[in-house]
């Protein structure tokens, strides 16, 4: 049971990025995803979230507006649109799944991990 993510890179300040997750040995469709990001020398926060059949996100504030959230069960895959990309976006990002209807904010609520993906916003 694994998360494989896909999608990081550099970009300058206002590009976008297409981060996805992919699962294998689980249907997704039981489980609510987030993403996480870690930037050097800080906690792992966690950026977005969606519920088990998608029909709602969350964002943290810094995002809001830039960062869309999306899942397809059918393909076992999330996905994380990042619009108007800033240096502080420069992060680790991470997929995440918990067995439960909705998202949380606690990192040691969710039981499945990707092996993260590096996003760079630099000019």
Known sequence: LQFVESGGGAVQP???LRLSCAASGFSTELW???WFRQAPGKEREVVSCITREGGAMRYIDSVK?????????AKNT???QMNSLKPEDTAVYY???RPNYSGSDFRYEYDYWGQGTQVTVSS
Do not use: K, M, P
């Open 65 to 73: 507006g830039r960062f869309f959230i999306t899942r397809d069960n």
């Open 78 to 80: 999330a996905y994380l």
């Open 95 to 97: 997929c995440a799944a």
């Open 14 to 16: 206002g590009g976008s």
């Open 32 to 34: 609510a995803i987030a």
